[in-house]
T-cell receptor, first 116, second 120 residues
Framework: AQSVAQPEDQVNVAEGNPLTVKCTYS??????LFWYVQYPNRGLQFLLK??????LVKGSYGFEAEFNKSQTSFHLKKPSALVSDSALYFC??????????????FGRGTQLTVWP | DAGVIQSPRHEVTEMGQEVTLRCKPI?????LFWYRQTMMRGLELLIY????????DSGMPEDRFSAKMPNASFSTLKIQPSEPRDSAVYFC??????????????????FGEGSRLTVL
């Protein structure tokens, strides 16, 4: 069965410090991995994705994520956190199923709080 | 591009009433998804369409829920009769194939702002 785990419900970090939001996955076949961010009372916004190629993926707002196949992980990182990064972050996975459609499986989300 | 448009943004209704949520996907997108978000259950996929055809409705909670996509630019999610446990934020999202080998949809979704439903 396909699944995504975000082991931390909350992550707290001081502004200017590096941040990491963790994600592990389980899929049948090659994974396509995504990070989305949700600000209060808003829809989810796409941050970045891994499809193939370099394991380190760079995305919006200075975020990046590293695909680690052996550890089945796709952790989200940022070298220097901003207070405005405070939001709910979702990891999601799809996978190559040889058809024209692949649904996304979302984690439960991690609330990131960056304090000044 | 206007993005995915959902209406209404907020709906308060009484138990037993019919609720209809509406979605206009991004023009040119051929996949449409309905999600429900609650504190208890997180983000749940209810149903998704490809080229206006329902592909997987296994997430629809029960027969009180129905979804239609009569054309490429419009979809509805209907709850009849509504119950207090249906209170949630309902999101619509759309996507398109990215032109990769085999025309696979790799799942980058564009979400609407959501419809917050409260059933009293």
């Amino acid at each position: 069965a396909q699944s995504v785990a975000q082991p931390e419900d909350q992550v707290n970090v001081a502004e200017g410090n590096p941040l990491t939001v963790k994600c592990t996955y389980s899929v049948s076949g090659n994974p396509y991995l995504f990070w989305y961010v949700q600000y209060p009372n808003r829809g989810l916004q796409f941050l970045l994705k891994y499809i193939t190629g370099d394991n380190l993926v760079k995305g919006s707002y200075g975020f990046e994520a590293e695909f680690n196949k052996s550890q089945t992980s796709f952790h989200l990182k940022k070298p220097s956190a901003l207070v405005s990064d405070s939001a709910l972050y979702f990891c999601a996975v799809s996978f190559d199923r040889g058809s024209t459609l692949g649904r996304l499986y979302f984690g439960r989300g991690t609330q990131l709080t960056v304090w000044p | 591009d206007a993005g995915v448009i959902q209406s209404p943004r907020h709906e308060v209704t009484e138990m037993g009433q019919e609720v209809t949520l509406r979605c206009k996907p991004i023009s040119g997108h051929n996949s449409l998804f309905w999600y429900r978000q609650t504190m208890m259950r997180g983000l749940e996929l209810l149903i998704y369409f490809n080229n206006n055809v329902p592909i997987d409705d296994s997430g629809m909670p029960e027969d009180r829920f129905s979804a239609k996509m009569p054309n490429a630019s419009f979809s509805t999610l209907k709850i009849q009769p509504s119950e207090p446990r249906d209170s949630a934020v309902y999101f619509c999202a759309s996507s398109s194939t990215l032109g990769l080998a085999g025309g696979r949809d790799t799942g980058e979704l564009f979400f609407g702002e959501g419809s917050r439903l409260t059933v009293l």
